[in-house]
């Protein structure tokens, strides 16, 4: 499998913007004149598939086109991957990119796309911090207090996951690899009965998106010891962030859109402008905010960088670990 580096993506990125022909040009000024596709990943319902259709409608409202999102679950949002990837680079077939592009780069070793190479970054759109919790019985209230139980308990505390690799896995095995501490992983299908069982005290420690859990932190059937963001967040402004005790501790999901390679600097940009303008009207905000996300606005080129450093960060943690790689 051809493994790009950082810099041979940013480069071969850059180049791709710089040199469209005179026909993408043309196409360009009279784009979209047809609807354009969405494609997820993941299941109707779910976080990426709400803001996709968020997205969607703004982008719909200002391109004069419908916008359709096409949901391909399977293999962690491989499946759908490889058909927008596979697509004509028209801009007609875009990608609802996320965290789990950067880990599957790594994690999944016969994939029919190289990410990297074969993405065209389109737009950012949030980051999605991650809430380190515990069931209220686990005898700590801060993140130095749950270090010192685990050493005290090598081995017995079971840390849930929406499934092997996913975001919530590999930013406990991130603070696995940085503090010492050895947890069990426990891997479920979905996120759903792994915060079942979390609340339920079968388990007793879980990385969590903040909009499914921030109720169950609220109503104390959940602990919240930290945010794994560099930075607290305003709606748990108390809990404070594993950096502030695990220096360089950062991790969290994300989401942006993407194109297949190839398309048009023109089309890029356009989309790139609209997305943008959306991720700065007040109502998109706060639709983002109530997903417990934060609006994570940049250029193209902002956004590539975004992918290639976390491609490269989540490679290190796999490769560290004892994740099994697919």
Known sequence: MIRLSRRAFLHLAASAATVPAFSCVARAQTYPSRPVRIIVGFAPGGSVDVVARLIGQWLSGHLGQPIVVENRPGASGNIGT???????????TLLLA??????NATLYEKLSFNFIRDIAPVASISRNPLIMEVHPSVPASTVPEFIAYANANPGKINMASAGNGTPHHLCGELFKMMTGVNMLHVPYRGEAPALTDLIGGQVQVMFTPTGPSIEYIRSGE?????????????????????EEFVPGFEASGWFGVGAPRGTSAEIINRLSNEI???????????????LGAEVLSGSPASFGEHIAAETEKWAKVIHASTIERE
Do not use: F, Q, W
């Open 276 to 290: 943008n303008a959306g991720l700065a009207d007040r109502e998109i905000r706060a639709r983002l905010a109530n």
């Open 82 to 92: 490889a058909a927008a990837l596979a697509a004509a680079p028209d801009g007609y």
């Open 98 to 103: 996320t965290a789990a592009n950067a880990i």
């Open 222 to 242: 959940l602990r919240a010891l930290a945010v794994t963001t560099s930075a607290r967040l305003e709606v748990l402004p108390d809990v404070p962030a594993v």
